[in-house]
C-alpha cells in the first residue's frame, strides 16, 4: 500500500489560490492511478480530480473545471492540484486517494471506491 499525506490546505479569501500536495512513500508513484476528493460538512465525499497511471490522462469533475488542475512529479512522488479562483463552495476536506488496480494505465478511477489507498485528508476554507 501506498502511504499518502496531504499538504497545502489553509484559509484563504474566495479568488485566492491554493497548491494541495500528496507525498507518496513506500512505493513508486508512477505505478499508480491518483485522485483528489473532498467532503464538505454534511456530505458525502466526491470526486475533484484525477489522473492515471501514465500520466497522460486527467479528469476533473464539472464544479472545478477550468479551476483545478492535478499533475504529479514522479522524481518526489508527489502529485499535487492546484486550485485556483477558489469559491466558499470549494470548502471540504480534500482527500489524496490511489490505486494500482486499474482496467488501463490510461483511465482516471472517479470513483471513491476505486481507490484502495487514502491520506488523512487537509482542511480548506474559502472565506467569502
Known amino acids: 500500500q501506498a502511504q499518502l499525506v496531504e499538504s497545502g490546505g489553509g484559509l484563504v479569501q474566495a479568488g485566492d489560490s491554493l497548491r494541495l500536495s500528496c507525498a507518496t512513500s513506500?512505493?513508486?508513484?508512477?505505478?499508480?492511478?491518483m485522485g483528489w476528493f473532498r467532503q464538505a460538512p454534511g456530505k458525502e465525499r466526491e470526486f475533484v480530480s484525477g489522473?492515471?497511471?501514465?500520466?497522460?490522462?486527467?479528469a476533473n469533475a464539472d464544479s472545478v473545471k477550468g479551476r483545478f488542475t492535478i499533475s504529479r512529479d514522479n522524481s518526489k512522488n508527489t502529485v499535487y492540484l492546484q486550485m485556483n479562483n477558489l469559491k466558499p463552495e470549494d470548502t471540504a476536506v480534500y482527500y489524496c486517494?490511489?490505486?494500482?488496480?486499474?482496467?488501463?494505465?490510461?483511465?482516471?478511477?472517479?470513483?471513491?471506491?476505486?481507490?484502495?489507498?487514502w491520506g488523512q485528508g487537509t482542511q480548506v476554507t474559502v472565506s467569502s
Open positions: 513506500g512505493r513508486t508513484l508512477s505505478r499508480y492511478a
Open positions: 486517494a490511489a490505486t494500482g488496480s486499474v482496467r488501463s494505465i490510461l483511465y482516471v478511477p472517479t470513483r471513491r471506491f476505486d481507490y484502495s489507498d
Open positions: 489522473l492515471s497511471q501514465s500520466g497522460a490522462t486527467t
